[in-house]
């Protein structure tokens, strides 16, 4: 075995420290006093959710309640309905109850059904076991951040929908799309054609044949940003879960990282990348349809600035009028079990905490008007 310190090929900057010194960078200015305790959380072992496959016909959730786990989608807030309320971000849930920040009555959130997610406790770091496969072979969970769920709660799928996922592999949110059970056509694609096979193999390991028929379901793996070209004013619901730097992949592996010398040029064209595949979102949505932006990092570049930029050309370019959708719901019910970045004029981002070690994850909702 080669002492690492010794090798002659071990890179004297690698990618995960070049990482952290541009978080530092930016991050500190973005987050001020926050960053500090987000980078110690970013530095530490992440913790998983496990999405409950309903297709599964094992009764995996009694099982996993009884180590401990709660399903967070049911473990709600319901303190921020009453009003004795002591904090400011308490009081600030019960007056968004009653109105909107102008005043206005907000209409409620719909949330996705029958997306089920279980995680162990605040600061309980246990590991769950790998998922079981049931009598045919169909396995019980899939392990993945819990916060990855809220994208696809927050996309509001209905029954019937006609659902695009224009980033989908390896396929997370793609299963958790499909536990709501009312969708009416999802079409699933990723650019990747290696990460688009992975994705069939996370589909056929979890969700049964009959699922998965033409009829109900079309794989691809076009470009995504070509997608406005294709098929446009279709989709009631689309989400665009963009490639990004993957803040906490990048500050651990240094196999595969964006901030490796070589991928300077690919990192630095993400926030276009991530542009023209919203704006492709938006247009494949159906006048009244509804899109969902999300990534897993912090930076506002990759963030609030790309859903800004897109708001502004979809109405210069095409002409297409949104409206955002205001999430600050979704963040009441389940502020017990993630925390949220404050005071974000666009969108809403999961940051990590050591009590609870999930995300990040930016999402910003929009609404076709026109
Ligand atoms: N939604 C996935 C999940 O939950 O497992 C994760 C998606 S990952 C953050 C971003 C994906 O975008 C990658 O799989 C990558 O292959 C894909 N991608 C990159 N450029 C793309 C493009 N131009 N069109 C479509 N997909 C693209």
Redesign the pocket.
Known sequence: RVKEKWAATRTKHPPTSLALQHFDATYSIQLGKLWPSVRVALLSERKYGALLNNFSHEAVLAGLEAQGCRDFTSDTDTEAQTPEVSTEEESSCVSMKKSGADGQQLPPLQLSPHIKCLVFPRADITRFKPARPDMCGLLGYYL?DAA?VLPCLALGVQEGHNVL??????????L?LLQTQCIGFLCV????VS?TLR?KKVLHSYVPKQFLKDEKLRITS????KWGEIERDTFDRV?V????T?DRHSLLEDDNNIFSKNRTGERRKLPQ?QL??LLAGIEAACPGGEIVYS??TLSQTQNLSVVEQAIYLAREKHGINLQVVDLRPLTCMFRKTFHFAPDLHLGEMVIPHLAANFGPIYMCKLRRLT
């Open positions: 993945m990855s996922d224009l980033c989908a592999a390896s396929g997370g949110k793609t958790a694609n990723d650019s990747s990460r994705l076009f470009d995504g940003t989400l879960d963009v490639p990004c993957t990348l023209e595949l990534t897993c």
